[in-house]
C-alpha cells in the first residue's frame, strides 16, 4: 500500500506524483483547489482533534469540516473520538500506535498519521505541502515528523518528500540589529542552492596547520 499525505500548501505538481495506486490522505479539510475535486479524490480524511475544543476555538471550521464530510460521505473520516454528525467514522488507533517506539513522541497530525500508514501497512510514503515552521505549528512539530520518516526508513518503507515540504534541511539562528517595521529582511533565507557547500571556519584553521 502506498500513501500520499498531503498538507496545507501542496503544489500541483505534486498531483503528478500519484496515480490511483496511492491512498490519498488530507487532513482538517486544508489543501489546494485540486486535491477536493471529484477526479482526483481523497480517501481519508483526518481530524485529530476533540471536537469540543474546535467548537470552541474554531467553531467556523467544524460546520465547514462536518458539511464538507456529509457532501462527500465516500471518504473514510478518521478522527480522534466519536462525532455525532459522523457516526460511521473510524477512531483513530492512538492507543494502538503508542505501544511502537516511542509512541507517544507525537507532535502533530502529520507524524501520527505517519505512525498509522505504518499500522496499515504501508511500504511507501509520499509527504506534500508540510510546511510547519511557517504555519505556526509547535516547534517540535518539524523534527517529529523527522523522526517518524526516519523510523519508517528503518522499516524499509520508502518515504519522499516533495519540494514543498519544509523537512530535512539544516536550520539555524541568526542574530541582527535589523528594526522590525522599518528594515527589510528575509524570513527564510534559502542558501540549499549553493553550488559548493561552505567549509567551516575551524577546518580550514587545522588544515592550515
Known amino acids: 500500500m502506498k ?8 503544489k500541483e505538481a505534486s498531483a503528478a506524483l500519484v496515480d490511483r495506486s ?3 490522505w488530507g487532513l482538517n479539510l486544508v489543501g489546494p483547489g485540486w486535491l477536493f475535486k ?12 476533540k471536537r469540543d475544543d474546535l467548537q470552541k476555538d474554531i467553531p467556523l471550521h467544524l460546520d465547514a469540516f462536518e458539511k464538507w464530510a456529509l457532501e462527500h ?13 459522523l457516526p460511521k467514522a473510524t477512531i483513530f488507533p492512538h492507543w494502538i500506535l503508542r505501544e511502537l517506539p516511542r509512541g507517544a513522541y507525537h507532535c502533530s497530525s502529520f507524524d ?13 510514503i509520499l509527504l506534500s505541502g508540510i510546511k510547519m515552521r511557517s504555519d505556526g505549528e509547535p516547534i517540535s512539530a518539524t523534527p517529529c515528523i523527522e523522526y517518524w520518516c526516519g523510523y519508517a526508513e528503518g522499516r ?17 539562528l541568526v542574530r541582527s540589529r535589523y528594526v522590525y517595521g522599518y528594515d527589510s529582511w ?6 540549499t542552492v549553493l553550488p559548493e557547500p561552505q567549509q567551516h571556519s575551524w577546518v580550514a584553521v587545522q588544515l592550515e596547520q
Open 3 to 10: 500513501v500520499a499525505i498531503f498538507g496545507g500548501e501542496s
Open 22 to 24: 496511492w491512498q490519498i
Open 38 to 49: 471529484s477526479y482526483v479524490g481523497i480517501d481519508k480524511m483526518f481530524h485529530l482533534h
Open 73 to 85: 460521505p465516500e471518504v473514510e473520516y478518521v478522527l480522534l473520538e466519536p462525532w455525532e454528525k
Open 112 to 124: 501520527w498519521m505517519i505512525s498509522y500508514a505504518l499500522h496499515l501497512g504501508a511500504t511507501e
Open 156 to 172: 524499509g518503507v520508502k518515504v519522499t518528500a516533495a519540494p514543498d515540504c519544509d523537512l530535512f534541511y539544516n536550520y539555524h
Open 186 to 191: 528575509d524570513l527564510i533565507e534559502d542558501r
